[in-house]
């Protein structure tokens, strides 16, 4: 049955590719309606992204006002979040009310605070009384554990786990499939490499990778032939 509720005008903030990515997932969802983007006026290299019209952030509350239109802030990790923390301070202080979108294919049970601008995407977990500060991006197959507390401008990659009762300070970074153990703390601003295995709590700012898997010493045509053979 279609929703009786008047979707939300959204202005997508972002010309890159996680912009991109937010177009298509708030495309599909009744409750949100795109009606343009927005970005430095320095990255604009076209009037439109998407079919929508895309405005300098410089002017964008004249041209889409603060009172009737929402934002979301849709940029990466960079500068370890450090910029999309910017835009969404600064997108606030122009007076807009940014929103979160979860998919309905996220778990996220009732008991849990999500803050603003934050998404979280198909298939992410939340468990029970799991809190996201504001501007933090959960993505798919994500797990954030029960009573596990997630800082502001964090990014959580694609099948990371963060265990039970950890405490994560503000704009770190974890890397895809790696996993946080339960009950500590992870520094602001870290760094956490896909695959790590993280058992203690870590300092601020912190990096921490694993090696990349080696190189095998036969080439994939020769490492057949011997697999057929065995």
């Not at 977990?125 to 994500?142: E, I, K, M, T």
Request: charged share 15%.
């Amino acid at each position: 049955m279609p929703s009786t509720l008047t979707p939300t005008k959204i202005v997508v903030f972002g010309a890159g590719k996680i912009a991109d990515v937010l177009h298509a997932l708030l495309a599909d969802d009744p409750l949100f309606s795109i009606v343009g983007a927005t970005c430095d006026r320095a990255f604009i290299a076209s009037p439109e992204m998407n079919g929508f019209p895309i405005v300098p952030f410089e002017e964008v509350e004249a041209i889409f006002p603060p009172t009737e239109f929402a934002m979301v802030v849709a940029i990466g990790y960079q500068e370890i979040n450090s910029l999309r923390a910017d835009r969404f301070r600064q997108a606030q202080a122009k007076g807009y009310r940014l929103i979160s979108w979860v998919s309905p294919r996220a778990s996220v049970p009732k008991g849990c605070s999500i803050g603003a601008n934050c998404i979280i995407m198909d298939g992410a977990s939340l468990q029970p009384h799991a809190r996201l500060g504001d501007n933090v991006f959960v993505w798919n197959g994500a797990v954030v554990g029960h009573h596990a507390t997630i800082g502001d401008h964090c990014w959580l990659a694609s099948n990371c786990t963060i265990s039970s009762t950890v405490s994560m300070e503000s704009s770190c970074f974890v890397g895809v499939n790696a996993a946080i153990g339960q009950d500590i703390s992870i520094g602001e601003r870290s760094i956490i490499g896909a695959a790590a295995v993280i058992t203690r709590s870590t300092v601020a700012g912190g990096v921490y990778i694993v090696p990349d898997t080696e190189r095998y010493r036969l080439d994939s045509g020769r490492f057949m032939k011997i697999a057929r053979m065995s």
